[in-house]
């Protein structure tokens, strides 16, 4: 086992490593920048600390960075988002992992503690994070690592928002660089990626289908703006929540029903949040729903959906199926928590698919590179990628995909610049 990780059985690697295989033949961005960027040298013997859900894609990403020198070191930001298998794996390909999916909830900062620790250990590192985790404890309990982290990269809206609120307080003592909001990451990631992987967990944990169905869709983002799409496609009727009246007016454009949650509430049959905001779904709700109602979070926050108040109306839970609780209302109502309110398409699924992972995953190693190359001239604060990475990791995928896109001539480009045609 590589030094000091701890993963539940390492006998559990062969099928671990026969995923990692499968997302690594699916990755061919990913497998582009690895060959023109990465092996040039910056990764030699440089940390990397990584927090994100321990799966396939995030693995190989993991394995490209060893790979090219690094030493890398992952934890998950929570246990439920760890297959154990692939933790295996990715000790047996030189990775250093602290993630078992039995680790009760509470021992996840002590990981990305020891996360901190590996990745810093005599050398620098950058880091790749997930809701600022790392970011946050490297500038509370880990101060001393300070001064030799380059940077942190940041995979999520809520992290990124997370950052911009330390940055503006003069608390980031390390540049950032916001990859969620990279072109290639959220426009695909968010949209395409949640849309279609929390509707898979949905279904495939209840075994029902959504032709016909009521689907409410709360936030009208990147994610629920993915999530609204697949849904129509697959034949619900969707209705959609915001707060932003002009992403309500988009979503009733696009040609779904706008509603305030609690009219939304009692005609729904499956509710999904997409946020990054509190008490999204409370009692309020629950009260008014209608039985059988389908509950489940797609946000990056884990208190979209009160579940603490479902267990406090409904005391009497049971697990109905793998990944669904039944709460059964004062009334006799039973309501069906999927996920246990947590992101679903990652505590109950298999994530995003690997197409789309291995946009966000090569934006992430190019921001792990660029960090690393560039962090003496970087201000403390959350910075985005520049275009022109962007637009390389759009066009590799395009040639990987047999398409392409046309370049503008020089008399367009003055064109477009000129205020006097
Ligand atoms: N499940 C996944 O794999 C996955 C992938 C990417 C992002 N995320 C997470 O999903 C969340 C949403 O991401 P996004 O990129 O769509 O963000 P976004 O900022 O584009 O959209 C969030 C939307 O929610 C709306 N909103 C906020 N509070 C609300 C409330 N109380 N009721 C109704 N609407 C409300 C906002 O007005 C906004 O339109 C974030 O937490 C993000 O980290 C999850």
Not at 151 to 164: I, M, N, P, W
Not at 201 to 230: E, F
């Amino acid at each position: 086992m590589r030094d000091g990780s701890a993963v539940k059985n390492l006998a559990l690697a062969p099928e671990g490593h026969r995923k990692i295989d499968w997302a690594a033949r699916h990755s061919p961005v990913l497998n582009a920048v690895r060959d023109k960027y990465l092996k040039d040298g910056t990764f030699e013997g440089l940390g990397v600390g990584v927090s994100l859900p321990i799966e396939a894609k995030t693995a190989y990403l993991a394995v490209v960075l060893a790979e090219a020198g690094a030493e890398v070191a992952v934890a998950a930001p929570l246990p439920f988002v760890v297959q154990d298998d692939v933790a295996a794996a990715l000790v047996e390909r030189g990775v250093t992992v602290y993630a078992s999916s039995e680790n009760p909830p509470e021992e996840a900062d002590r990981e990305l503690e020891r996360v901190l620790d590996a990745a810093l250990d005599g050398r620098e590192a950058v880091l790749i994070d997930d809701r600022a985790a790392l970011v946050r404890l490297a500038h509370t309990t880990r101060r001393g690592l300070l001064p030799r982290i380059r940077g942190a990269s940041e995979e999520t809206t809520s992290g990124v928002a997370k950052l911009r609120a330390m940055a503006r307080e003069g608390r980031l003592e390390f540049p950032c660089l916001a990859a969620n909001d990279a072109r290639c990451k959220h426009l695909f990631d968010n949209r395409y990626g949640t849309g279609q992987s929390s509707l898979e967990a949905i279904m495939h944990n209840t075994n029902l289908m959504l032709g016909g169905k009521r689907v409410v869709v709360l936030g009208y983002g990147w994610c629920g703006k993915g999530i609204a799409r697949y849904a129509a496609g697959l034949g619900a009727r969707v209705t959609v929540c915001e707060v932003d009246p002009v992403r309500g007016l988009e979503a009733y454009a696009d040609g779904f029903d706008v509603l305030p949650a609690l009219d939304a509430a009692g005609i729904g049959e499956i509710f999904i949040t997409a946020t990054g905001n509190r008490d999204v779904l409370t009692n309020e709700h629950f009260e008014r729903m209608r039985d059988g109602a389908i509950l489940a979070n797609a946000g990056g926050v884990d208190v979209e959906i009160e579940v603490e108040g479902l267990r406090e109306l409904a005391p009497e839970v049971r697990e109905v199926r793998r990944n669904v609780e039944e709460f059964v209302m004062p009334d006799g109502r039973k309501l069906h928590l999927v996920g246990r309110g947590m992101v679903v398409n990652l505590t109950a699924g298999d994530g995003h698919p690997v197409e789309i992972m291995d946009l966000t995953f090569a934006i992430q190693a190019l921001c792990a590179h660029h960090l690393a190359n560039n962090h003496t001239s970087m201000k403390p604060r959350v910075h985005l990628l520049p275009k022109e990475i962007d637009d390389e990791v759009a066009r590799t995928k395009l040639e990987a995909v047999g398409m392409g896109v046309d370049s503008l001539s020089s008399e367009q480009k003055e064109f477009l610049a000129s205020w006097r045609e």
